[in-house]
T-cell receptor, first 110, second 113 residues
Framework: LAKTTQPISMDSYEGQEVNITCSHN???????ITWYQQFPSQGPRFIIQ???TKVTNEVASLFIPADRKSSTLSLPRVSLSDTAVYYC???????????FGKGTHLIIQP | ETGVTQSPTHLIKTRGQQVTLRCSSQ?????VSWYQQALGQGPQFIFQ???????GRGNFPPRFSGLQFPNYSSELNVNALELDDSALYLC????????????FGPGTRLTVL
């Protein structure tokens, strides 16, 4: 599975757009990029997934450049409740399970 | 639609004991995966069960074992507990084995003294 690198922590303010970038230089042709969100004392929650270009859902957008060596999770107009750890995962997710790194701890301030 | 549930919420054991954690999968899901999450770390894959058979395993010793029942609920058993087994144990269910979209339960916090 491709290794990912993302910032350990980020700070922002309510109402701002937050972009979290993940590097995955060794991504394979069959790999997808998936982001999960985890609040304290809860299990991770699927946010968004993409293969290339741009994906948008009701929660976030995912931008993937043509070389697919990085991806950016974009959270529009964040609120205090968006304070959480965000994990970037890359792989084709066969039976060896999901591979989580340490994630990015996003802190939103008033 | 019922989500993934886990029991108990918290558990305290002593070194050398055995523990059983339980998970009920989301309605319609036939696959259950277990993860261990140490403090400050991301979840680490333990193993996956699909149709009552182990369908993949991470880098965990044999004293970590599991079961899946006909109703797709699952148990995680850990024998000979060690201090380093203290962690949040997460169960995730999915509609198929090979998927990146898994639905996690709230976890069981295990403390080994």
């Amino acid at each position: 599975l491709a290794k990912t690198t993302q910032p350990i922590s980020m700070d922002s303010y309510e109402g701002q757009e937050v972009n979290i970038t993940c590097s995955h230089n060794n991504i394979a042709t069959n790999d997808y990029i998936t982001w999960y969100q985890q609040f304290p004392s809860q299990g991770p929650r699927f946010i968004i997934q993409g293969y290339k270009t741009k994906v948008t859902n009701e929660v976030a957008s995912l931008f993937i450049p043509a070389d697919r060596k990085s991806s950016t999770l974009s959270l529009p107009r964040v609120s205090l409740s968006d304070t959480a750890v965000y994990y970037c995962l890359v792989g084709d997710y066969r039976a060896d399970g999901l591979t989580f790194g340490k994630g990015t701890h996003l802190i939103i301030q008033p | 639609e019922t989500g993934v549930t886990q029991s108990p919420t918290h558990l305290i054991k002593t070194r050398g004991q055995q523990v059983t954690l339980r998970c009920s999968s989301q309605s319609g899901h036939n696959t259950v995966s277990w993860y261990q999450q140490a403090l400050g770390q991301g979840p680490q894959f333990i193993f996956q069960y699909y149709r009552e058979e182990e369908n993949g395993r991470g880098n965990f010793p044999p004293r970590f074992s599991g079961l899946q029942f006909p109703n797709y609920s699952s148990e995680l058993n850990v024998n000979a507990l060690e201090l380093d087994d203290s962690a949040l144990y997460l169960c995730a269910s999915s509609s198929t084995p090979a998927t990146d979209t898994q639905y996690f339960g709230p976890g069981t916090r295990l403390t080994v003294l």
